[in-house]
């Protein structure tokens, strides 16, 4: 989670890099979680980001924005990469049929405390934590000690009415094609999963208590629990009873049940636990202290407001896009576990490479947006662009070029069979043409705030998501349900586009000129770049022994070979069509290394 210091209302320094609600739990690195609207990516927070504007570091420059990228991605990849390997197991683990209806369960605590406190937290509550930190006499500990007990005892009694309400939640998200069967073990899972709320609320709190006092290591790395708890339920589930693999929903028992869903619970219990040491550490206390009068809950309401309103369209876009997948489930179709297993994909590129982009550009977009320097704050996302295009780019060629031995290699396996695996492979596909413009659209969502602008941002959002839903609606009655999630993919990849120039046009009337040109120029010749390297791709990809149906040491060989293919043609063709951004990565990176 990322959060940048608020302690001076006055600069757009001080607004959220996440108000825009990233659609996954920010503490929950590697959970399935469904996020159209991309998730919390799990930027790092570094301490840079914390400092008062005065002792921010005033860097300058492209080189400077890929060497702070590059070392906030290096600590992401960590908790990113754990977290994959640990859905990929769940994923061989219960297999496709099992696996959606578990996938379904668990996204339901990560949307519920999107809309109860995920947004709320990042662009609210933690610019408050830090402006009493610098104003009251005791460094704001009462009033966190009374922010926290309110919060705690609000989201205890939401979890337990969510608890309560499992079996309608679960129909909201079911259509006329669920089998009742499916439907009753997504509400089975959901009364294990759904405590997660609590937990995942109290984790994100601390966090942010750590992180207002200059402690982000604890935050960064607690999840490495959460998902180490939950490989060894997997562990334990296949040791006990073997894979999911041919099992039905209803075929599932109730200790089936309890390891998956009682170990995903036990996983949060770990991380928030994991937090405590942390936070005693830093020398606070936790006293339970009722006073809703003190802490300005009317502030806090008039600031979440807007807050509420972005999340809450995402989060019915989320629950079109999960009523809509759950009518395919079972069979070979790609459907909710796949459809989560490419996002995760698609958001560990955004995550590592956009998202530390972003993270590195805001605090100097941000004070040159409260010194009125809006041209360069249209320079910085200029170069924010073209710097995380340039960077994505072979990304993007290799999910696209590589997706059936990718697949294979990552998800084949257990009860996860060659079928569900190359049908996942038609999903990333797709995928790989929605990597940009994701990116690109939260590079644009992050300059409004630093202009302060999260209304606008807000305002932006609802056609989005209308577009988004409609395209969902379009897509899923044209095509065949075994297309129905690389449609759904599809139709992300539409809504990202559509935010990037929505939000291009109105950036361009609120600072001026946006230099575009160059821009377009540059994505040019990245993409003259990315499709060379794809052509060169796709024909050493079928000289290799698999051809487009390989088995896992097939795969394995064509993803490395392939890979490293795709990117030395791209690196050449950059380089030879002088593409600035990436000789500056090459050149950051070599000196990193002493070369």
């Given at each position: 989670?990322?959060?940048?210091?608020?302690?001076?209302?006055?600069?757009?320094?001080?607004?959220?890099?996440?108000?825009?609600?990233?659609?996954?739990?920010?503490?929950?690195?590697?959970?399935?979680?469904?996020?159209?609207?991309?998730?919390?990516?799990?930027?790092?927070?570094?301490?840079?980001?914390a400092l008062p504007p005065e002792q921010v570091p005033d860097?300058?420059?492209?080189?400077?924005?890929?060497?702070?990228?590059?070392?906030?991605?290096?600590?992401?990849?960590?908790?990113?990469?754990?977290?994959?390997?640990?859905?990929?197991?769940?994923?061989?683990?219960?297999?496709?049929?099992?696996?959606?209806?578990?996938?379904?369960?668990?996204?339901?605590?990560?949307?519920?405390?999107?809309?109860?406190?995920?947004?709320?937290?990042?662009?609210?509550?933690?610019?408050?934590?830090?402006?009493?930190?610098?104003?009251?006499?005791?460094?704001?500990?009462?009033?966190?000690?009374?922010?926290?007990?309110?919060?705690?005892?609000?989201?205890?009694?939401?979890?337990?009415?969510?608890?309560?309400?499992?079996?309608?939640?679960?129909?909201?998200?079911?259509?006329?094609?669920?089998?009742?069967?499916?439907?009753?073990?997504?509400?089975?899972?959901?009364?294990?999963?759904?405590?997660?709320?609590?937990?995942?609320?109290?984790?994100?709190?601390?966090?942010?208590?750590?992180?207002?006092?200059?402690?982000?290591?604890?935050?960064?790395?607690?999840?490495?629990?959460?998902?180490?708890?939950?490989?060894?339920?997997?562990?334990?589930?296949?040791?006990?009873?073997?894979?999911?693999?041919?099992?039905?929903?209803?075929?599932?028992?109730?200790?089936?049940i309890a390891v998956i869903g009682l170990g995903t619970l036990f996983g949060m219990v770990a991380q928030a636990a994991g937090l405590l040491p942390a936070l005693r550490k830093v020398g606070f206390r936790w006293k339970w202290r009722w006073d809703p009068r003190g802490l300005g809950l009317g502030e806090i309401g008039r600031l979440a407001g807007w807050m509420l309103c972005y999340v809450g369209a995402n989060q019915a876009a989320v629950f079109v896009v999960v009523n809509l997948l759950s009518g395919v489930s079972g069979g070979h179709n790609a459907s909710v576990l796949a459809f989560n297993n490419v996002f995760l994909l698609t958001m560990m590129a955004h995550g590592i490479i956009g998202v530390s982009v972003m993270t590195a550009l805001l605090p100097r977009m941000s004070a040159a947006a409260a010194d009125g320097r809006y041209a360069d704050v249209s320079a910085d996302l200029s170069r924010g662009i073209r710097l995380t295009a340039s960077a994505l780019a072979p990304i993007a060629v290799v999910y696209a070029v590589l997706a059936a031995p990718l697949c294979v290699t990552l998800f084949q396996g257990?009860?996860?069979?060659?079928?569900?695996?190359?049908?996942?492979?038609?999903?990333?596909?797709?995928?790989?043409?929605?990597?940009?413009?994701?990116?690109?659209?939260?590079?644009?969502?992050?300059?409004?705030?630093?202009?302060?602008?999260?209304?606008?941002?807000?305002?932006?959002?609802?056609?989005?998501?209308?577009?988004?839903?409609?395209?969902?609606?379009?897509?899923?009655?044209?095509?065949?349900?075994?297309?129905?999630?690389?449609?759904?993919?599809?139709?992300?990849?539409?809504?990202?586009?559509?935010?990037?120039?929505?939000?291009?046009?109105?950036?361009?009337?609120r600072i001026g000129r946006l230099n575009l040109g160059a821009v377009a120029g540059a994505l040019a010749r990245v993409l003259v770049a990315a499709a060379l390297a794809a052509a060169l791709g796709l024909l050493v990809v079928r000289l290799l022994p698999g051809g487009t149906r390989p088995e896992r040491g097939e795969a394995i060989l064509q993803v490395a070979i392939g890979g490293a293919v795709i990117v030395v043609t791209y690196v050449v063709a950059a380089a030879l069509l002088r593409v600035r951004e990436v000789s500056q990565v090459i050149g950051m990176v070599r000196r990193k290394l002493g070369v």
């Open positions: 989670m990322s959060v940048p210091d608020e302690a001076r209302p006055t600069s757009g320094l001080y607004r959220s890099a996440h108000a825009a609600g990233d659609g996954a739990a920010p503490p929950v690195d590697g959970v399935t979680l469904i996020s159209v609207d991309t998730p919390n990516p799990g930027a790092a927070v570094t301490g840079e980001q860097e300058t420059g492209e080189a400077s924005t890929a060497g702070n990228s590059a070392i906030m991605a290096a600590g992401s990849l960590v908790s990113r990469v754990i977290g994959f390997a640990r859905n990929a197991l769940i994923g061989m683990t219960l297999g496709a049929g099992i696996g959606d209806a578990y996938t379904s369960a668990q996204f339901l605590p990560g949307q519920i405390y999107e809309l109860l406190l995920g947004g709320i937290l990042s662009s609210v509550l933690v610019p408050l934590l830090v402006r009493r930190r610098k104003a009251d006499a005791d460094r704001g500990q009462e009033y966190t000690q009374k922010l926290l007990t309110f919060a705690v005892a609000g989201l205890g009694i939401a979890t337990v009415l969510v608890v309560i309400a499992a079996p309608l939640v679960t129909a909201i998200q079911s259509n006329r094609h669920t089998t009742p069967e499916y439907r009753d073990l997504v509400t089975a899972f959901a009364y294990l999963i759904l405590p997660i709320i609590f937990f995942t609320g109290v984790s994100a709190l601390i966090g942010a208590v750590l992180n207002v006092r200059g402690h982000f290591a604890a935050p960064m790395w607690a999840p490495i629990l959460n998902n180490l708890v939950v490989i060894a339920a997997c562990g334990v589930f296949i040791a006990s009873f073997g894979t999911a693999k041919g099992l039905k929903p209803e075929d599932m028992t109730p200790g089936q257990g009860a996860y069979t060659p079928e569900m695996t190359f049908a996942t492979a038609g999903v990333l596909v797709v995928a790989g043409f929605a990597v940009l413009p994701l990116s690109i659209s939260y590079l644009c969502t992050y300059t409004f705030y630093s202009l302060q602008g999260n209304k606008t941002a807000a305002l932006i959002n609802i056609p989005v998501v209308v577009i988004r839903i409609a395209a969902y609606l379009a897509l899923f009655a044209v095509l065949s349900g075994s297309l129905a999630a690389a449609g759904m993919t599809a139709a992300n990849a539409l809504s990202y586009v559509a935010s990037a120039l929505i939000s291009l046009a109105v950036l361009r009337r």
